[in-house]
């Protein structure tokens, strides 16, 4: 059974850092295209970044230059570092792993983000 279990979010004040992590198990995790998204309330859910074997790392242009995604298969863990944490990156954090183009496609239970002061 493929599980995702995320950690690292919670409540900080603009400007701030979090790191999220997101740890997979059940599956071979290197073959595996992985992505961070995120759905605001009232929001569609969007992708944030993207990391894969091969390919240049993906980052929605409203958190390029802010966050960092990275990824550890020796750990089965893909990590999304955020700074200069804005009010409007607040939302749920879903981590995602992609076989194929969606061939095989799992989604993590989701982290909370809230950004205020």
């Known amino acids: 059974q493929v599980q995702l279990v995320e950690s690292g979010g919670g409540l900080v004040q603009p400007g701030g850092s979090l790191r999220l992590s997101c740890v997979v198990s059940?599956?071979?995790?290197?073959?595996?295209?992985m992505g961070w998204y995120r759905q605001a309330p009232g929001k569609q859910r969007e992708l944030v970044a993207g990391i894969a074997s091969g390919v240049p790392t993906t980052y929605a242009d409203s958190v390029k230059g802010r966050f960092t995604i990275s990824r550890d298969n020796a750990k089965n863990t893909v990590y999304l570092q955020m700074k200069s944490l804005k009010p409007e990156d607040t939302g749920v954090y879903f981590c995602?792993?992609?076989?194929?183009?969606?061939?095989?496609?799992?989604w993590g239970q989701g982290s909370q983000v809230t950004v205020c002061s």
């Open positions: 059940g599956t071979i995790f290197r073959i595996y295209a």
């Open positions: 995602n792993a992609r076989y194929k183009g969606g061939k095989r496609d799992y």
